[in-house]
């Protein structure tokens, strides 16, 4: 299988995008981490991948404390001896707000979540993959970390912007030691996150409509996405944003 003996990290798995993307890389025969605060959801993540056949660990650790970071990485290299790759997924939105209504706790709380933590995970990540020659990391952005909106997203929009800029500076940093560093940049893909949006039939419609290939993404999409940015076939591609959005980005 194509990640058989590889050790993948996967953050934000305890649902939606990275509990697919964790199941997706066990099912190729990688041994997980799946990072999570929510326990029962973890294991919960855990079960279905050994139910496929595959190997799991769940690491519970909040992404944004540094000590629970490296609690993580210092786990996976205890339990499987090595990390090869890691998909830095978690990520929080704020509740719409416009720029102005928005709580300073909210701006916090999203910039520490999608873009301080992907910066605390490479941190430790990196090391730990520097000690068997290299590895892959994929970081998690959004079609609104290359556009703006007016939808009531303002953190959320700088945290998925930074991740880019994030990526790009620590892949030029690292490239020459074997560290592939990207990121990719998603639509609408129906998640526990986005559920309130979405099941309004009137917003569900209008956002469909932007996506010019017909259809919302699944998480399943972005799983495929994020194991070819990890695999040696992407060997050549580092300091990316693979945008994956069914055209919506280009209109
Ligand atoms: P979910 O809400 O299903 O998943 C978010 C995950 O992040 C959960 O597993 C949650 O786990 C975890 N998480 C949040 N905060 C923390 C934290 N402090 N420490 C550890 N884990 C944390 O949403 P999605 O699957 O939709 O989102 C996953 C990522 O994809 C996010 O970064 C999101 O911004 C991004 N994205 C999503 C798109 C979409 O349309 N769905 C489009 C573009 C990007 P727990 O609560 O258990 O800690």
Redesign the pocket.
């Known amino acids: 299988m194509r990640y058989q003996d590889k050790v993948v990290l996967v953050?934000?798995?305890?649902?939606?995008?990275?509990?697919q993307t964790a199941l997706a890389f066990a099912k190729q025969g990688a041994k997980v981490a799946v990072?999570?605060?929510?326990a029962e959801?973890?294991q919960e993540t855990v079960a279905l991948i050994k139910a496929a056949g595959g190997e799991g660990l769940f690491i519970q650790?909040?992404?944004?404390q540094a000590n629970q970071v490296q609690h993580v990485v210092d786990t996976v290299l205890k339990q499987f001896g090595r990390l090869d790759c890691a998909f830095n997924?978690?990520?929080?939105?704020e509740p719409i707000s416009n720029t102005v209504d928005l709580s300073e706790e909210d701006f916090d709380r999203v910039i520490n979540?999608?873009l301080k933590?992907v910066w605390l995970c490479m941190k430790y990540q990196i090391p730990a993959m520097l000690k068997t020659g290299g590895g892959a990391i994929v970081n998690?952005?959004?079609?609104w970390g290359i556009l703006g909106t007016a939808m009531g997203v303002p953190a959320y929009v700088a945290s998925?912007h930074g991740v880019i800029g994030l990526t790009k500076a620590t892949a030029l940093e690292f490239g020459k030691q074997g560290i592939r560093v990207n990121c990719i940049?998603?639509?609408?893909?129906?998640?526990?996150?986005?559920a309130p949006v979405l099941d309004n039939p009137d917003l569900h419609g209008m956002i469909l409509a932007q996506h010019p290939i017909g259809r919302l993404?699944d998480?399943q999409d972005v799983a495929q996405a994020v194991m070819w940015l990890c695999s040696e076939e992407a060997a050549w591609y580092t300091a990316q944003n693979l945008v994956l959005d069914g055209g919506y980005s280009v209109q």
Do not use: F, H, Q, Y
């Open positions: 953050t934000g798995a305890s649902s939606g995008i990275g509990r990072v999570a605060r929510r959801l973890g650790a909040d992404v944004c997924n978690a990520g929080v939105a979540t999608n933590a998690m952005s959004s079609v998925k940049s998603p639509a609408w893909v129906p998640t526990e996150a986005n993404g998480t």
